[in-house]
Every structure is written in C-alpha cells, then in structure tokens.
C-alpha cells in the first residue's frame, strides 16, 4: 500500500540490511550537522545526499556494512553521524572465483505469470520483433560514410512509401582491418557482428555492405550460408566493384534495399506471448541510489519476466564480479555456475593484461553520487537481477538462446554492453540511472529508470519511470517492478514510446575488442 510522501523537511536515511552499519541520506541536496535521523542518530557534519552515514561508532580497520555486505574497512576511527565518504574506505579483496560455492541454493521456481502478451513482429525462425527495421550493416569502417548517405537517402526517398517499416538502421562499427583478424581477441567482434545481424528487429533481412579489400569479408563476418541471394537478389554490395564513382555506390546501395523494404511492409504486429521478449538490463551513471530503488524495482520486473517465461539479460562483468560468490550459488546448476566463473576469470585475466583491476570501474559520477568503490557498486547493480535462479550464461557476442535469468558477459561500458545484448538477441532494454544519461538505441526501446525522484523532475522528458519514490515511500519496489514491466509491454507492442525513441536518441554501435591492432 502507498503511503503519504515525508516532508521534505523531514531528515530521512534508508538503511537496507540489519546488519548495515552505514545508511544513505535520501534528502535532496543532502543534510546539515544536527539533523536528527528517523534512524535515531544525529548528523555530526554536512552529509550530501545520496551519501552515506555512519550508525555506530567504528574503529580504524572495522567493517563498514552496506546491503548485508562488507563494502570496505574504516581507514580511521569514525564516530556515529559522520559522513562515510570513499576517503575513509578501503575496499575488500574480491572473492576467490575458486571459492564460489556451485548451485548451492538455486532458488525453487516462481509461480508462473500467465495471459501477458504484446503486439510483436514474428520471425521465421520463431524469434519476435518489437520494431520492424532494415539494417544495413558494414564489413569495415572505410564504408561507414558512405552507408550514412545511403542511409540518409533511403529514408528521404524510399521509406515514406513503406509505411509498416519503423526505421532504416546502418550497423557502422570501427573494426574490419588493420586489425589482426587471426587472434583469439577477433572472435569476439567477429561473432558480435554476425549475432548482430542476426537480430530480432531486422525480420531476416539484411543488407551488408563491403569495401571489397578489407581483412574482415562478408564470408567471414556472417558465414557463407547467412548470405543467401533471395528471390536472385544479392544480399551484399561491394564498393569497389563502382565503375562509376560514388553515385554508383549509392545508387546500388538504395537497389539492393527496395526489395527488403518491400518484404518488411509486408510485416504486421500479431499478438505474442510476453515469453517472447528477450530483455537486456543496464545501469549508467549509477548513484547510492541504484540499488535501493530502480535497481530493485528492475530485479523485481525481471521475476515478472522469468514468470511469464521470458529471457533476462543483466551483464557488465566488473559491475557483478565482487558478487560472484552470491550468483554462482543461486545458479540452476553447476554447468552454469562454472560457466560463470569462467568469464568472471577470462575477465580478470584481460584486466592483469591491461594493467587494471576492477577498482578502475567506479567514474567520478558515481562517486559523486554516493558510490564508495566497485564492491558498493556490484551490490547495487546485481538487484536488477531479482531473484530467481541463473540459467546460463552467454560470452561477449554470443547469443543468448536459454529462457529465464541469462548472464551475458560484457564490459560494464554503456555503449559496448548495449551493443553486446543486442548481439545476443535483445528486443527491449531497460537502463537505470541515477546521474542521467540521454542513452539511447536505434534498434530496440530502451526504458530509462531513474533512482531518484530529482533526476525525474529535472529530466521528466528524457526518464520513463521514476523509481525514486520507493526512497521516499511513495510507491513501493513491487508498484514500480509492475509498473515497469506493464511499460515493457506497451513499449514492446508498439502502443507506447520511449522518450529515446520519441526524440532520436541512438548511440553509436561499439564493439568490443579484446585483439590487437596491427
């Protein structure tokens, strides 16, 4: 049940777990010394919001405890009431991957949530589509202006005739050559191009286009079985092939894309079982917030997903890796739970490497907002993943084929991991975000959550749902969960927007790439 808004004036922390020993101002602009807490402690200093503050009195070396969870150890003696700021945390180890417990304690099943569907685009091969868009994708970057115009022009000319079309996509990328395309590092932007292709939205239909000498061919980018010439149409354009200079190139460009554009405006929305859905989870621009409103609110909205028999993504490696122990524990098996660990080791592997840990996650954002270190901040981010049991895991590029909770590897970058789900067959993403971010993608909907009712008044026509009124017992994470998985369903059918997609707002493309540049 909803419960009257506090008084602004009202000071108020939120403590998560009894065990906690640090709560976080919920107040806008933070709190003054001599404030009283509800929690009964009294402020010694100024405490900004978002920010934490001290329960109880802590020695040099004493635990400091968020979420049930030591998130570091007191640096120096801090009194009751004191600001609890990253300056006084030294953070923990993370934990030995060798140590996570197997499937220990897989979470039984929920009961399943029947009758939710969408309005969809269904594809041959059983997937489902939540827009109806051609992509015209690129071996290498040398073509990248030049599929822009042909975008461009495509749009201009030919797509007001095919009005069942939502969009003409170009999947531009910087990769393709100069690259040393034989290492083990080139899998993955490799089979990240190819699964790219193969998305829900693009309805089978793609157009590549190739300069003609670059390392990376059509062949070897989609495999010759994915270049099928449809009704004696090529499928790929080569630009060096142009006998006639760059209107050439364009011209055959806009040729090859009239037939796809005529078979997709053939395509309508049909009514789809929300099992249907595949949905990617990201945080951006995360604060002290994420993982007491938005992020719980998302984890419970993803149980209602799993309920209804649909597949959950949640990613970002270095944003999970101080919870590895709490996830392989809650794995469906111990063939997850090792597959897990395996990319939680790949990863730690190309950080060594690279000559950074995970401590290097955390941006000056969060920490502005409130985020101590990457251990507060993966006890955060993991709420997306509600609470039922993980049933696989994909690596970065792969697609993901399991229903329920997946684990799909990525790098916690914004851009590269909303690159990679979609790699992985996403068709709806949801971001939550405490700072902001105008993020958005041109291929699926994306959702932005904010964890703070301030964020949502500043930007209240680029954030969809505000989930900052649980902090302020407005609502609560079950009314926001419903409310955010209602909105997914109205997103996905097409009889609702999000304010990314209202005003344009698509990042570019980014691919991963763990190889060497030649």
Not at 96 to 117: N, S, V
Not at 350 to 366: C, F, K, M, S, V
Not at 409 to 432: E, K, R, V, Y
Request: glycine share 10%; with cysteine.
């Amino acid at each position: 049940m909803k419960t009257a808004a506090p008084s602004v004036t009202q000071p108020r922390a939120i403590r998560v777990h009894d065990d906690d020993n640090v709560a976080v101002v919920v107040n806008q602009g933070g709190l003054a010394a001599g404030a009283r807490l509800d929690l009964g402690v009294t402020l010694r200093e100024d405490v900004p919001e978002a920010h934490k503050v001290a329960l109880a009195d802590l020695a040099a070396g004493d635990r400091i405890v968020r979420y049930g969870t030591v998130i570091g150890y007191a640096r120096r003696s801090i009194a009751h009431g004191s600001w609890v700021h990253e300056g006084l945390i030294d953070p923990p180890q993370p934990p030995a991957l060798a140590d996570c417990p197997l499937a220990t304690a897989p979470p039984a099943p929920l009961p399943r949530l029947e009758g939710f569907t969408f309005d969809g685009f269904r594809n041959a091969d059983g997937s489902v589509g939540t827009k109806n868009i051609l992509a015209i994708a690129t071996t290498v970057q040398c073509t990248a202006p030049t599929v822009k115009h042909a975008v461009e022009r495509i749009k201009a000319e030919l797509l007001p005739r095919y009005p069942n079309v939502d969009d003409v996509v170009a999947i531009a990328h910087h990769y393709g050559c100069g690259v040393a395309i034989d290492a083990p590092g080139a899998a993955v932007p490799i089979r990240t191009l190819r699964n790219l292709s193969l998305n829900p939205n693009f309805g089978g239909e793609l157009l590549l286009v190739s300069l003609g000498c670059e390392k990376l061919q059509p062949e070897r980018m989609l495999g010759g079985g994915a270049l099928k010439v449809l009704a004696g149409e090529t499928s790929v354009a080569v630009l060096q092939d142009a006998e006639q200079g760059f209107g050439e190139m364009v011209a055959h460009i806009m040729a090859l894309a009239e037939p796809k554009l005529q078979r997709l405006n053939q395509r309508h929305r049909v009514p789809c079982p929300a099992s249907d859905l595949v949905v990617g989870l990201q945080c951006g621009g995360s604060d002290a917030f994420s993982g007491v409103t938005a992020n719980p609110a998302v984890g419970f909205a993803a149980d209602l997903l799993v309920r209804a028999g649909a597949t959950v993504m949640f990613s970002e490696v270095t944003e999970v890796r101080d919870a590895a122990h709490l996830l392989t524990a809650r794995a469906a098996t111990a063939e997850v739970a090792q597959a897990f660990i395996r990319e939680m080791a790949w990863y730690d592997e190309y950080l060594r490497l690279g000559g950074a840990d995970r401590a290097a996650n955390p941006t000056p954002g969060n920490k502005r907002g409130g985020l101590a270190n990457v251990v507060e901040k993966a006890m955060g981010s993991i709420a997306k993943a509600g609470s039922t049991a993980l049933m696989g895991v994909a690596g970065p590029g792969e697609r993901v084929t399991q229903k329920g909770l997946v684990f799909a590897a990525t790098p916690a970058s914004d851009f590269i991991c909303g690159t990679l789900q979609l790699a992985a067959s996403m068709n709806m993403h949801i971001f939550t975000t405490g700072r902001g971010t105008p993020y958005g993608l041109a291929v699926v909907p994306v959702i932005k959550v904010a964890t703070n009712s301030g964020l949502a008044r500043r930007w209240p026509d680029l954030i969809d749902v505000d989930a900052g009124r649980i902090a302020t017992s407005e609502a609560t994470v079950e009314d926001i969960g419903w409310e955010i998985f209602r909105l997914i369903l109205e997103v996905a059918g097409g009889r609702k927007k999000t304010w990314a997609d209202h005003w344009g707002l698509h990042n570019e493309f980014v691919l991963f790439n763990p190889g060497p540049v030649t």
